[in-house]
């Protein structure tokens, strides 16, 4: 997989936006751009996917730069439950016989003060 | 809302013992995957599993370990002689789709925690 990079952690305080930026240098042309989360104790949590355009959903939008070497995962409104790892992570559209699995980085572990 | 389930939430072990971790998967997914996180460290890939058979392993995915999907609800990950390094939380995650296309998100439960004494 192409490889991201994000910053360690960020802090934000409860109910104002949060940005979270993602540096993917390398990416493909058909890399889609997947976001993940997890919070403390739990399994990962799928947030949002997009390959070129703007995407969002219920969660988040997600901001893919025009050349698509960064993007951006936007909380609206953050929540003291949005506490938790954000992983930014590079799937290719079709693997053919190459890797399937996620490969998780360390993330930006986002803090969320009340 | 679908959930993906994994029994039981905490196994502890004696060190040389064989365990098996039991995960049911969302029931209309086709593609099914283990993963660990040692306590502390990243989330790593294990195995995924698709049609029946092993699509793809890592490294740390050796002859200790296999994985059966036994009845057609069921994906088990096995541990024949379990090691100290063993001690983690394992994920079982499923995808939707059809064919190798990527662009489906993967749901994971809650984990199992390992812990080998």
């Known amino acids: 997989d192409a490889k991201t990079t994000q910053p360690n952690s960020m802090e934000s305080n409860e109910e104002e936006p949060v940005h979270l930026p993602c540096n993917h240098s390398?990416?493909?042309?058909?890399?889609?751009i997947h976001w993940y989360r997890q919070l403390p104790s739990q399994g990962p949590e799928y947030v949002i996917h997009g390959l070129t355009s703007n995407v969002n959903n219920r969660m988040a939008s997600l901001a893919i730069a025009e050349d698509r070497k960064s993007s951006t995962l936007i909380l609206h409104r953050a929540t003291l439950r949005d506490a938790a790892v954000y992983y930014c992570?590079?799937?290719?559209?079709?693997?053919?016989?190459?890797?399937?699995?996620?490969?998780f980085g360390k993330g930006t572990h986002l803090i969320i003060q009340p | 809302e679908p959930e993906v389930t994994q029994t039981p939430s905490h196994q502890v072990t004696q060190m040389g013992q064989e365990v098996i971790l039991r995960c049911v998967p969302i029931s209309n997914h086709l593609y099914f995957y283990w993963y660990r996180q040692i306590l502390g460290q990243k989330v790593e890939f294990l195995v995924s599993?698709?049609?029946?058979?092993?699509?793809?392993k890592s490294e740390i995915f050796d002859d200790q370990f296999s994985v059966e999907r036994p009845d057609g609800s069921n994906f088990t990950l096995k541990i024949r002689s379990t090691k100290l390094e063993d001690s983690a939380m394992y994920f079982c995650?499923?995808?939707?789709?059809?064919?190798?296309?990527?662009?489906?998100?993967?749901?994971f439960g809650q984990g199992t925690r390992l812990t080998v004494v």
């Open positions: 599993f698709y049609n029946n058979e092993i699509s793809e």
């Open positions: 992570i590079l799937r290719p559209d079709y693997s053919g016989g190459g890797a399937d699995g996620l490969t």
């Open positions: 390398t990416i493909s042309g058909t890399d889609y």
């Open positions: 995650a499923s995808r939707a789709g059809t064919g190798r296309r990527m662009n489906t998100e993967a749901f």
